[in-house]
């Protein structure tokens, strides 16, 4: 059973911060590399940001690299819901889209490909206004 909850999105000025959760429930996540991946008006889904099972390693789009920071809380329950965070900083227009995390089983070798499971949450929105 896979589950995945996305919360923290918000109207805000541009250059304001908004901090993204996710929770992701089911043994699949054990292990795995997670990431967000966001979808503006009119375009397709974007990998944006992954973060390793360790924590230790990351990846950012350029578009958001220096702005945007990913975390995960550490667990080593199998079955502990897993969770990861996405601390947006300086906020622009174009930052504006529905987030999602997911879980990538490409892992941070692939990056930025990536494999996300097929199941996605409802995501949250962002939008940014000038």
């Known amino acids: 059973q896979v589950q995945l909850v996305e919360s923290g999105g918000g109207l805000v000025q541009a250059g304001e911060s908004l901090r993204l959760s996710c929770v992701a429930t089911g043994r699949t996540f054990s292990g795995q590399a997670m990431g967000w991946w966001r979808q503006a008006p009119g375009k397709e889904r974007e990998f944006i940001a992954g973060?390793?099972?360790?924590?230790?390693?990351?990846?950012?789009?350029?578009?958001v690299k220096g702005r945007f920071t990913i975390s995960r809380s550490k667990t080593k329950h199998l079955d502990a819901p897993k969770e990861v965070f996405l601390q947006m900083s300086n906020l622009q227009p174009e930052d504006t889209a529905v987030y999602y995390c997911?879980?990538?089983?490409?892992?941070?070798?692939?990056?930025?490909?990536?494999?996300?499971?097929?199941?996605w949450g409802q995501g949250t929105r962002v939008t940014v206004s000038s």
């Open positions: 973060i390793d099972y360790s924590g230790e390693s990351t990846y950012y789009l350029d578009a």
């Open positions: 997911n879980a990538d089983r490409s892992g941070p070798w692939a990056w930025p490909r990536v494999t996300p499971l097929d199941s």
